[in-house]
């Protein structure tokens, strides 16, 4: 068999770094996209495009019938699933079969086993692999769920039996919370995968998350990649992974690749998967799932074993063997992955949508790599999940791999959306994950202390982003001598007086929405700033710009800036006590604007653009402070609206299936009816 032309079955970053490798193989590829993502990146990588449909999921990625069309349509004779949509589907890869097409993934009889966490768990089992105590049986009404919860005890986690990646999962404590529990559980499932099955497991306190690569192809050969931590998560999703993990010693890497090579046996593994285990504090550690798949996190092995796993994946498929034996497969340095979702972490990590525009990342640098679904330019969607980028480093040694993350984050910019760059340079700071010991749990018990906003926003910052608009004024002045503007000093834009030296004013917001002034006397290179409105600084610099570095002296000290921008928002980057630090600031009206009409506790919105898929109140019902009103679906996550006040419903402004943007009031409540 040989592969010509492959249809990548999926969007986004995945697609655009799976038609990379083609690229380099001389493949040609097709992609397939939806309405919303007509002229997205993935389609501009691609050789061809083929639209598939509407924006809604189930009508474009999630159509085996049309994919398979499309791959006929192009001509294509193999399809690449990437990761999530129909990744995990067995119906897409026998659909494949049937049509003559290869499937670059593992069979669907193996897909069929392992999407079943329940029949998962019974053939780990049976292949001597340590399961955790659970129930995974096809009996699933409410009333028999809640028993088996009561006998494993609580705590206990629900997980949809059909799909990974945190979609669908809830821990539950205490027993009067499970039936709310399994409800949004099994909406959520079935959103995300069609399928309401669920399992329960015993829910395991502050364990460790740790993941091997496994490859297998048609002629019995099954070998590992060593390990990849991730337990650094976010309500089941991960935020920073990396490998080798700082926990695992070499004796337990040994056990638990053996466990995850005999897992592959046990099911005649043929292409990419990752054996997921949880560990112990007792370095105990049980099977949670196999993902029959390429897997988001997949750089950091890549980086630390120099393999392309894509390669292999379509040599395997084309029926090649393994190009390495597992004593062949050797790992130098480490390696970190650091996603990048558009959400808002100050909100509860709620999803940011609208157009990049600009994307701005450190580059050519070695050991740096930035996998990217977006441009600039490029809309993010409410469609679709948030992640829109992953930021890989590889280094000597972890301490040296987590400075060269830390600074390439520091040193990324994008604008236009709001996202978690400023979370996860924070991470990188944080004692816990420096001494890698950061569980499952660590983010979600420290998550106030992690997205909370710095106190003010350093001097440095603010003389940055003067600096920046200074010198974009000046651009702009040269520009208009170039023209043939009459130029009296009426005329300019500037602070001129007639009698003395004027002050230009600035204004910025920062990133927690306060305000800060700067005014300035003189002009580049040498001016003074004076800060503040009330208790005002007054300081001398002088600056040189450098491309985007400015070259700052202020008080007697010289300091290396980076202001990258776009319109009126400016990133800064400078130098801090622990490594470089970042401040994002937008210029602001000199005097605030009256805001227009928006939700308030009496009109509660959606902080998030999404879909309405359930209502739990009607016009004249009463509601007491803290009752869920309605919830809402967008970026793959689930939202619940809650009164923020009592009172009585006196109008509802939505139904089931709406679409509604962010802020707009969806319910009014009377609160008068509760005086």
């Known amino acids: 068999m040989q592969i010509n032309k492959l249809l990548v079955a999926n969007r986004g970053e995945i697609a655009v770094r799976i038609m990379k490798t083609c690229r380099r193989l001389g493949i040609r590829t097709v992609a397939v996209y939806s309405e919303a993502d007509r002229g997205a990146r993935h389609v501009r990588s691609a050789d061809e495009a083929v639209n598939i449909g509407a924006a ?4 474009s990625y999630l159509s085996v019938e049309k994919i398979i069309n499309a791959a006929h349509f192009s001509g294509a004779d ?16 026998r659909s494949c079969v049937d049509a003559g097409l290869i499937f670059v993934g593992p069979t669907a009889e193996t897909i069929d086993a392992m999407g079943s966490k329940s029949e998962a768990k019974r053939l780990m089992a049976a292949a001597g692999v340590p399961t955790v105590p659970g129930y995974h049986g096809a009996q699933q009404s409410d009333a028999l769920l809640e028993e088996e919860a009561s006998g494993i005890g609580y705590p206990v986690i629900i997980k949809p039996s059909a799909g990974g990646g945190g979609k669908g999962m809830r821990i539950v404590r205490k027993a009067e919370d499970f039936p709310a529990a399994l409800d949004g559980a099994r909406r959520e499932a079935m959103s995300a995968f069609g399928d309401t099955q669920m399992l329960i497991e015993k829910f395991m ?9 496994i490859f297998g192809d048609a002629h019995g050969n099954v ?8 337990s650094l998560q976010r ?11 700082p926990f695992v010693d070499d004796d337990l890497a040994r056990r638990m690749g053996d466990a995850a090579v005999a897992a592959g046996r046990a099911v005649d593994y043929v292409n990419a998967g990752t054996v997921e285990f949880i560990v112990g504090a007792d370095r105990q550690y049980f099977f949670m799932e196999m993902n029959t798949r390429l897997q988001v996190e997949h750089p950091v092995t890549e980086m630390t074993t120099g393999i392309d796993l894509v390669e292999w994946q379509l040599r395997v498929a084309a029926g090649e063997p393994l190009p390495l034996s597992q004593t062949q497969i050797t790992r130098r340095g480490h390696a970190l992955e650091a996603r990048i979702y558009a959400e808002d972490p100050r909100r509860d990590f709620l999803p940011s949508t609208g157009c990049v525009r600009k994307f701005s990342h450190p580059r050519g640098r070695h050991g740096l790599r930035m996998d990217s679904s977006v441009s600039s330019g490029d809309k993010v969607s409410i469609h679709y999940d948030p992640m829109i980028a992953k930021l890989i480093v590889h280094a000597p040694d972890r301490q040296r791999a987590v400075a060269e993350l830390r600074a390439a984050l520091a040193n990324t910019a994008i604008f236009g959306v709001t996202t978690n760059l400023d979370f996860l340079l924070r991470i990188t700071r944080d004692e816990v994950f420096l001494n890698g010991d950061a569980d499952t749990g660590y983010v979600d018990r420290n998550q106030a202390e992690l997205t909370s906003s710095a106190d003010g926003v350093a001097e440095l910052a603010l003389l940055g982003a003067a600096c920046g608009a200074l010198e ?40 927690a929405g306060a305000r800060h002034v700067v005014a ?3 002009a580049l290179p040498s001016f003074t700033a004076e800060i503040g409105e009330d208790d005002v600084r007054r300081i001398s610099v002088t600056a040189f710009a450098r491309g985007q570095n400015i070259i700052l002296e202020a008080d007697g000290q010289t300091h290396v800036l980076k202001v990258t921008h776009s319109e009126n928002d400016f990133l800064i980057t400078y130098p801090g006590t622990s490594g470089p630090e970042r401040s994002l600031l937008r210029r602001a009206p000199l005097y605030q604007v009256a805001a227009g009409d928006v939700a308030d506790d009496a009109h509660p919105g959606s902080p998030m653009p999404g879909r309405v898929v359930a209502l739990h109140v009607t016009q004249g019902d009463s509601v007491q402070q803290g009752q869920p009103l309605l919830v809402l679906e967008g970026m793959k996550m689930e939202y619940t609206l809650n009164a923020r006040t009592s009172g009585s419903i006196s109008q509802v402004h ?8 962010a802020e707009v009031p969806l319910v009014d409540i009377d609160t008068a009816a509760a005086q």
């Open 56 to 59: 809604e999921s189930r009508e």
């Open 78 to 93: 193999a399809i690449h699933p990437g990761y999530g949509f129909l990744s995990e589907n067995p119906e897409l890869a």
């Open 205 to 213: 306190q502050r364990p460790r998350h740790i993941e091997f690569q």
């Open 223 to 230: 070998i590992h990649l060593f390990e990849r931590e991730c």
């Open 235 to 245: 309500r089941y999703q991960k935020i920073i992974e990396e490998a080798p993990s």
């Open 472 to 511: 974009r004024r000046a651009t702009a002045r040269r520009a208009q001598a170039k023209s043939r503007v009459h130029r009296s000093p009426w005329s300019q834009g500037d602070a001129w007086q007639a009698n003395g030296q004027g002050r230009y004013r600035l204004a910025f917001v920062d990133a």
């Open 520 to 522: 300035i006397r003189g």
């Open 654 to 661: 939505c139904k089931v299936g709406d679409l509604v943007e």
